[in-house]
Nanobody
């Protein structure tokens, strides 16, 4: 069992930056690939970024490439999402998730554990 707690969300103007963190419980954090997903009002939850168990491989949805960076610190049981050049369309609840696969999967169904989400609001 893995428990995930996100933090770092908030309100920011377009062009600004935020850094999301996701702290995981347990001693097996490095056994999980980690991902970030987001869900805007009345939309499906969508993949944003993922990172492999070791951190050696990352994967991003096209709309955030070059703006967002996912990273992890296995010693601290934490995964991060650095979000720069934020746009209005980035407004959503952001969820951290853990997957038993080893690679940086974008497939929502492969994720076994989910956090409660943190709100990110980008305004003009």
């Amino acid at each position: 069992q893995v428990q995930l707690v996100e933090s770092g969300g908030g309100s920011v103007q377009a062009g600004g930056s935020l850094r999301l963190s996701c702290a995981a419980s347990g001693r097996t954090f490095s056994s999980y690939a980690m991902g970030w997903f987001r869900q805007a009002p009345e939309k499906e939850r969508e993949f944003v970024a993922a990172i492999s168990r070791s951190g050696g491989s990352t994967n991003y949805v096209d709309s955030v490439k070059g703006r967002f960076t996912i990273s992890r610190d296995n010693a601290k049981n934490t995964v991060y999402l650095q979000m720069n050049s934020l746009k209005l369309d980035d407004t959503a609840v952001y969820y951290c998730a853990a997957s038993r696969v080893s690679y940086s999967s974008s497939v929502k169904a492969l994720y076994d554990y989910w956090g409660q989400g943190t709100q990110v609001t980008v305004s003009s």
